[in-house]
């Protein structure tokens, strides 16, 4: 264990859990991951609570005040009971004393649902944690939240979350939107650089093309649609912005993109949801990587989230030779089974 350290929980979009090890390596002091399991790390850092609370790639860190292994997660009180008893309430400090935080609740959660626990533990941790921290208990909407956390797998923990604290509210997001944390690690997998020319042809509303503008360096961003009004909507978002063009356009022939002109692409083709979608995917895919073979520049890498995993490995295997994979991680989008590719343009 580094001196000073402290020890943290981060959640994360389940599938990405060797990248999200290898970001956390790279945003943060001195990382040892103690235990990675799926949508969950356990890990310790000498970086400061407000180093780990700006991570845009995790769905919730905590500051851990107690983490144990246990072979069985089926009496959840005595695992409780055992966490509370051992654990350090000091440190939570470092993040009820923001001067927005005066209310708490607790919760607590087993394999990912929430469970309720004898009232009166519960009330017994409530007063505790209210002496110490000077915080009022305050089940609805409360400004920060203590939670014990129990894996099947046999990770439990107890720790303060340390996301949406306060007045913060969750963000609210468009029909279709990518959330900020898998934008954040499709733009990661692309290996951003200062230099890159990137496209994403599918962007919808624009959530890759903003993450990838305001969180990482870029020279120029081509974006584009097919609905001329999720195209105006983003022209007026962007309208400042000198390196992004906002286009409308067929992703499958972008006539205004030059051939070998695009370093990265970031992108999240249909799923066939919405607008009673009916496409022939592996068809639809094969025309798209066609012309995604054209724009990239040899070495160029194309970052693709497909919902379709079946259709898309055969539209790779008939570009067989215009591409080289290099990554593919099965991941959950809200709920549904997708899968994210990495690809490189072959020479
Ligand atoms: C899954 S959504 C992308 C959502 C986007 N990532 C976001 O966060 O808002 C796919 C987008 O592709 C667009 N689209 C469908 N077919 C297209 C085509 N042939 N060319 C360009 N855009 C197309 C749809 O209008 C939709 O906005």
Redesign the pocket.
């Known amino acids: 264990m580094v001196d000073g350290s402290r020890q943290y929980v981060s959640t994360f979009i389940a599938g990405f859990g060797e990248m999200v090890s290898d970001a956390l390596k790279q945003k943060l002091a001195n990382v040892v991951v103690e235990t990675l399991l799926d949508g969950l790390i356990l890990y310790r850092s000498t970086s400061p609570v407000g180093d780990v609370q700006k991570l845009r790639f995790a769905n919730n860190s905590f500051l851990s005040l107690r983490a144990e292994t246990h072979p069985t997660i089926d009496r959840v009180e005595p695992i409780v009971r055992r966490l509370f008893e051992r654990a350090d309430l000091a440190p939570a400090a470092t993040v009820t004393a923001a001067k927005q935080v005066r209310t708490f609740r607790v919760i607590i959660s087993k394999e990912n649902a929430t469970v309720a626990v004898d009232p009166a533990l519960l009330a017994g941790v409530e007063k505790k944690i209210a002496h110490q921290l000077k915080l009022t208990v305050r089940r609805a909407l409360p400004d920060v939240e203590f939670w014990f956390l129990l894996r099947r797998e046999g990770l439990c923990f107890f720790g303060v979350r340390m996301t949406a604290l306060g007045k913060q509210r969750t963000r609210k997001y ?1 029909p ?3 959330r900020q944390e898998l934008c954040h690690l499709l733009c990661l997998l692309s290996e951003p650089s200062g230099k890159d020319v990137v496209l994403d ?8 093309v903003l993450e990838r503008l305001h969180n990482f360096p870029v020279r120029h961003i081509l974006a ?4 001329p009004t ?1 195209v105006a909507t983003l022209q007026r978002k962007l309208a400042r912005q000198r390196n992004v063009t906002v286009a409308q ?4 022939a972008l006539m205004t993109v030059a051939a070998s002109s695009v370093d990265k692409i970031i992108t ?4 066939g949801f919405f607008k009673g979608e009916t496409i022939d995917f592996a068809l639809f895919y094969t025309e798209m990587l066609a012309e995604f073979a054209r724009v990239l520049k040899p070495g160029g890498l194309a970052v693709i989230l497909v919902g379709r995993k079946d259709e898309f490995a055969q539209a790779l295997a008939a570009l067989a030779g215009r591409f080289e994979p290099l990554k593919e991680y099965h991941v959950l989008v809200s709920g549904k089974k997708a899968a994210v590719y990495k690809l490189r343009r072959l020479t």
Request: proline share 12%; with cysteine; aromatic share 12%.
């Open positions: 468009a279709g939107e990518l042809p599918f962007c919808g509303s624009g959530a890759l584009g649609d097919e609905d999720l356009w067929d992703a499958r999240d083709p249909p799923w």
